[in-house]
């Protein structure tokens, strides 16, 4: 009898099983023909929406979808959400997350760039109370932007490193660079947005209208809403820039002195950096000494196989044709009394352009050598100030060093908590200031298990000593990690969830719901 029960249940299992594919496969099938329109099927395109900038997860949708307007964004997915079992929808502008997390395995990716209708950027150098703001389309990349900025004498205020960028997904994470400890992420310098909700509902929010949704989408890694359009906030763009960096064989002499410039602006605005970030140089070979003299390499390669590990400071003073007098003054000011290594100081004077877009020639000669589509496996965490040293032992020296792994790009700098706001859905330490820590890397696929395996060691590492730190463009697999990562927020991201998309349909990819 037993036996017959237990065949009864695994045929209705199989037979649901069954069911649900099908339901599966009808949804797209049967969808109105609006929506049939826009759908592309073909083998290639499938293909390159099955993976992304990491090239290390890859998820086959059922389709990809080109909208034309924002409307044809609310028909998918309410016809989605019309269905016994939805499919998952993600918006896909350029790809460039690393683990999957722009990818939806059997249901729909939306190709923002699609996008046709009233889109582009709306530069208004009067908003009133606002002062100067851009309204920019969600598929928008941020050259563009600041492109369309600069034609009237302004910028955005806080940057990524790399800005060929969707402004959608950016602001689905936060938005991080050097300018983040003056103005905070990309997030926190966004007047409006107009989202596509979960539900399929076309709304605009900000902090005085609908701003539960305004909060929510901003850091929400695409779990409420799809970023049609966003009102960034601008000011006076430079023209120029003192592009410095210095030298350091002391952890904390680097780290303290990074928090002495950014503590600067507090202080005296007129004679702040504009932008801090730092690097690491690990006695690893090759070394990436581009932006130095020749006829300093030799020297400064020295200094690193002495010491094993060389920190960099990295620091911006901006300036136009009315600083440009004092501009040398300002940057002595700024270097005065810090403690790099004597004579190891570098200096360049670019366009203020050129210093954004300073990684696209990275991009250009790497795409050039076949080196850009590979695989990614990237690390970026958040650390506590009072964690830093920890890190820098545990990591850098006790992980990193001892390994044979390029260590690829190994970005370290401080960013103040005070400018990020803690109502919208963006995880950080709950420190004053916190450290950003970015180590990127790009690999052949014959190599790819042995970086993620460091990085995995990395992880270890932090959890087994407490390091309080969260991740950046989180890679967390199961439930119990994603409420770790959230803490006390994971009770209102959940609520938010069930309020703005309560079928679990936007941005699978990240695993967070589903």
């Known amino acids: 009898m037993a036996r017959i029960i237990v065949l009864t249940v695994w045929i209705i299992i199989a037979v649901s099983m069954r069911h649900i594919g ?100 709306v530069v208004v150098p009067d908003g009133g109370a606002l002062g100067p703001y851009a309204d920019v389309g969600g598929e928008a990349i941020w050259i563009d932007v600041l492109h369309a900025a600069l034609k009237r004498g ?20 936060a938005g991080i660079s050097g300018q983040t400890f003056l103005f905070g992420p990309q997030i926190s310098n966004v007047h409006q947005l107009h989202v596509v909700t979960g539900k399929g509902e076309l709304v605009t929010c900000s902090t005085e209208n609908n701003k539960e949704l305004f909060y929510a989408v901003l850091g929400g890694l695409g779990q409420f809403g799809i970023i049609t359009r966003a009102r960034i906030a601008l000011g006076p763009a430079p023209t120029r820039v003192k592009w410095v960096r210095l030298l350091y064989n002391k952890f904390t002499e680097f780290s303290g002195d990074q928090e002495h410039l950014i503590a600067m602006n507090g202080r005296n605005e007129t004679i702040g950096a504009n ?39 990295e620091l911006v003073k901006y300036y136009d044709n009315t600083t440009q007098q004092h501009v040398h003054e300002d940057v002595a000011l700024l270097v005065q ?134 991740q950046y463009l989180p890679q967390n697999k199961t439930h119990q990690e994603w409420m770790l990562h959230f803490g006390p927020k994971w009770t209102l991201f959940k609520q938010r969830k069930q309020e703005f998309d309560p079928r679990n349909i936007l941005s699978p990819g990240q695993g967070i719901f589903n």
């Not at 990684?359 to 076949?370: I, M, N, T, Y």
């Not at 965490?381 to 060093?401: A, C, H, N, Q, T």
């Not at 916190?434 to 990085?455: C, G, P, W």
Request: a negative charge; one cysteine or more.
């Open 337 to 470: 009394g810090l403690k790099f290594v004597p004579t190891f100081m570098f200096e360049k004077d670019v366009s203020y352009e050129e210093f954004l877009n300073r990684v696209h020639s990275d991009e250009l000669a790497l795409r050039s050598q076949g080196l850009w589509e590979v695989p990614h496996p990237w690390l970026n965490l958040f650390v506590p100030r009072s964690r830093i040293s920890d890190v820098d032992e545990g990591v850098f020296k006790g992980i990193m060093l001892k390994q044979n792994i390029n260590p690829g790009i190994v970005i370290v700098y401080p960013v103040n908590r005070s400018k990020w706001d803690d109502n919208m859905s963006a995880v950080t330490p709950n420190e004053d200031i916190f450290y950003v820590v970015s180590i990127l890397r790009a690999t052949d696929f014959d190599k790819l298990e042995a970086f993620e395996a460091q990085n995995q060691e990395i992880l270890q590492f932090c959890e087994d000593d407490g390091i309080g730190m969260k």
């Open 22 to 121: 099908e339901a599966k496969e009808w949804s797209l099938l049967q969808a109105p023909s609006e929506i049939q329109q826009r759908l592309i099927r073909d083998p290639l395109s499938i293909s390159l929406a099955s993976t992304d900038y990491g090239h290390i997860i890859h998820q086959n949708p059922s389709a990809i979808f080109a909208p034309i307007s924002v409307t044809d964004i609310s028909n998918l997915i309410q016809f989605s959400n019309s269905l016994p079992i939805p499919f998952g929808i993600a918006a896909r502008g350029q790809a460039h997350s690393v683990h999957g997390q722009s990818m939806a395995r059997d249901g729909v990716v939306v190709n923002m760039t699609a996008l046709t209708e009233g889109r582009g950027v």
């Open 275 to 313: 932008y801090v970030e730092g690097f690491l140089l690990l006695n690893q070979p090759p070394l990436d000494l581009s932006f130095y003299p020749e006829a300093d390499k030799p020297r400064i390669t020295s200094l690193v196989t002495q010491y094993g590990i060389i920190y960099i400071i």
């Open 154 to 173: 302004l910028t955005p205020l806080s940057w990524t490193d790399y800005l060929y960028l969707s402004v959608g997904g950016t602001l689905s994470n």
